[in-house]
């Protein structure tokens, strides 16, 4: 007999309970920072993409504050009805401005924004080449167009080259994460740009982990390679991690920038960002153009002394040289067990499980931010050296238990 969808969907609630996969939310009734209060308790944060503290900046609320007395709390409609403010338009210039692109686009979400690359750029009998550990809406993306769907291996650009080569195509397109958001590393992307070129390809670099942080002044993983969004390479970037607000960008050559504009559905179906988003962008740039360096330096610090006390606490990272560093543990239950005693003991920092990681590959992702201190950093270092080296022991004794059985 088919099953009730009630027994559906609680067979496979309780099949991802089982595989430690289950997942709740913490409340946050505090202002996003490095100090906290999350399901009421004070707690230092180690999970947030508030990068450089931005999300509280005294200047950002205030701007916000007057774009909503002035222009009201909602944008009405989307960009191509009547939703498209003076604010976005402004912001637009000046993001474009920012990376050195002729144009950009403004979207609601840098999900909503990755989701309509591959359906507006490509059609059947297009191939579309994507990093294994592309973000999710990536992924999605590529799901919701009609092209042929390749994953090249983890950063290995030879393998994307094999696969260009190797599959008749009509157009492509080649994307990647900038930085990848669950390891730290940054993509290869000049050799990518390279094999781009050699076959007449769009590349799409989405840098939401880098925009604000890598490169000139902060214009993101391109220009940390010299590169920019120009010509045939397209950078989709978000504004609520290193920034501290919301939404995000496309930026590039006018001509791509107005076929989104035209064809894009996530964009045309959307109702715009309410003018406090905009207006709060713009002060994030404007902190950004005299405070930038100050606070990449301060962050760069802190990714140093985190990495030197790793290594004299004997912790194992994964090669990051981001403010994402990671530890992985591999089993889902034992992460969040590590999770919860830090918690309990003032730490936030959330453990990472499948589908977002790869089976086995459970981890904890360390977000650093400017904000942070070393004392914070050595509280969090030596409770993790602790429970990490307690969850060694277990696993040693467990280990003999079982010889002896064999024995």
Request: proline share 2%; aromatic share 6%; net charge neutral.
């Amino acid at each position: 007999m088919k099953q009730s969808w009630r027994e559906l969907v609680a067979g496979r609630h309780q099949a991802t309970l089982d595989a430690g996969l289950w997942r709740t939310r913490k409340t946050l009734s505090s202002q996003q920072g490095v100090e906290a209060i999350i399901d009421g308790r004070p707690v230092i944060n180690f999970s947030s993409n508030d990068y450089l503290g931005l999300a509280c900046h005294e200047s950002l609320g205030q701007s916000a504050e007057r774009a909503c007395r002035d222009f009201g709390v909602g944008s009405g409609a989307s960009h191509l009805v009547c939703g498209h403010h003076q604010l976005h338009h402004q912001l637009e210039l000046e993001l474009a401005a920012f990376v050195g692109a002729e144009r950009a686009i403004l979207f609601s979400s840098g999900y909503m924004a990755n989701l309509a690359m591959a359906a507006t750029f490509l059609s059947k009998g297009d191939l579309l080449l994507q990093d294994k550990l592309n973000h999710a809406s990536l992924i999605d993306s590529a799901k919701l167009s009609a092209s042929n769907f390749k994953r090249y291996a983890h950063g290995d650009v030879e393998h994307a080259a094999k696969l260009a080569s190797s599959i008749k195509f009509n157009h492509c397109m080649i994307a990647t994460d900038g930085v990848f958001s669950m390891d730290g590393d940054i993509a290869p992307l000049r050799q990518l740009q390279s094999l781009a070129s050699n076959h007449q390809a769009l590349l799409l670099v989405d840098d939401a982990h880098g925009f604000g942080l890598l490169g000139a002044t902060g214009q993101g993983a391109l220009s940390h390679h010299g590169l920019k969004p120009a010509a045939e390479v397209l950078m989709m970037a978000t504004l609520g991690k290193a920034l501290g607000c919301y939404g995000a960008f496309v930026a590039g050559d006018a001509l791509y920038i107005e076929h989104l504009t035209q064809f894009a559905r996530p964009y045309i179906y959307t109702t715009a960002l309410p003018p406090s988003v905009p207006a709060s962008v713009l002060a994030a740039l404007a902190v950004l153009a005299e405070e930038g360096d100050l606070l990449r330096t301060r962050l760069n610090d802190n990714i140093g002394y985190f990495k030197r006390a790793a290594v004299k606490h004997a912790l194992t990272l994964r090669p990051s040289s981001t403010a994402i560093q990671v530890i992985v543990v591999g089993d889902s239950n034992q992460a969040m067990n590590i999770s919860s005693a830090l918690f309990n003991q003032g730490i936030n920092l959330t453990a990472i499980r499948p589908p977002t990681v790869a089976r086995g590959s459970a981890r904890l992702r360390v977000a650093l931010s400017a904000a942070h201190t070393f004392a914070q950093i050595d509280l969090l270092i030596e409770l993790l050296a602790e429970l990490l080296a307690e969850l060694l022991s277990q696993q040693l004794k467990q280990d003999s238990a079982e010889l002896s059985d064999c024995g």
